[in-house]
């Protein structure tokens, strides 16, 4: 998620819906994205594949997903956790600030930074990625005694063979991509202050924030779409067409996470 109060400009779309045979309604618009579709709307014979993972809507951690996301894992293992207790007690944070129009904060690679229950102004909330969240499952492995499950993050790795070695035996996959899988955006920069062995800068170089950026659990699939539990807007269990999928997950550097046994 992102700090809207700070993103440079807004992106406006007119979406084009086409219901097409076999379910699969989704048509690009020139923008390249789509609307997606409740799995209750589609047939249970054109399902191929669908993860039973409990579902968890990110309201009350407004830029959390990433947070959220993992939580709704960790509750398909069967460990009881909240969103708001994985955001408080195990998900790596550190604030960002600015000083004379410079503004200083993390690699997300490393933190998320800023405060992910503000939306908006001072510390708002803007995400991390699959270093970071990985790192910080693995947090509450580690201070819960788990030496059984670790999360692994898988970086350059097509989502077909997410689909293949995961999703198909059982497995759902944490996926960064896009809010609605509309396009991304270049906006806010800021001097990486925090970075750690995870990090893809140093202290004092310049990173810039892609808005829209989204963490969902990809659960599914099936001739046309990928399925998920996407925590944004109570959107619940949906599908996007396959095409938009695959490019917002290349906007994002194709990134994801998974827990493993050991």
Not at 150 to 168: F, T
Request: hydrophobic share 35%; proline share 3%; aromatic share 14%.
């Amino acid at each position: 998620m992102f700090c809207q109060k700070l993103i440079l400009s807004s992106l406006c779309f007119v979406l084009i819906i086409n219901y097409l045979a076999g379910f699969n309604v989704f048509a690009q618009n020139q923008e390249g994205y789509a609307d997606y579709i409740k799995v209750s709307d589609v047939p249970s014979s054109q399902i191929t594949k669908l993860i039973n993972v409990p579902y968890l809507d990110q309201n009350d951690v407004i830029s959390g997903c990433e947070a959220i996301s993992a939580t709704m894992l960790l509750q398909k293992l069967g460990y009881q956790i909240s969103g708001k207790s994985f955001t408080d007690d195990f998900l790596i944070k550190k604030d960002w600030s600015q000083k004379d129009g410079v503004f200083f904060g993390p690699d997300p690679n490393s933190a998320y930074p800023g405060n992910p229950y503000i939306a908006s102004g001072e510390n708002c909330g803007f995400g991390c990625y699959s270093n970071a969240l990985a790192k910080s499952i693995n947090n509450f492995f580690e201070q819960n005694n788990i030496v059984s499950q670790q999360a692994i993050s898988i970086n350059r790795k097509s989502i077909n063979y997410l689909i293949n070695n995961y999703v198909s035996k059982d497995i759902p996959v944490l996926i960064w991509a896009t809010m609605d899988m509309k396009p991304s955006k270049l906006t806010m920069s800021w001097l990486v202050d925090y970075a750690d062995e995870d990090s893809q800068y140093d202290i004092g170089d310049e990173y810039t924030w892609r808005a829209g950026e989204h963490c969902l659990v990809l659960i599914g699939y099936d001739y046309y779409n990928y399925y998920f539990n996407d925590p944004y807007k109570s959107h619940g269990i949906i599908g996007y067409d396959k095409k938009v999928v695959e490019k917002r997950y290349r906007e994002l550097g194709n990134m994801a996470v998974v827990i493993l046994e050991k």
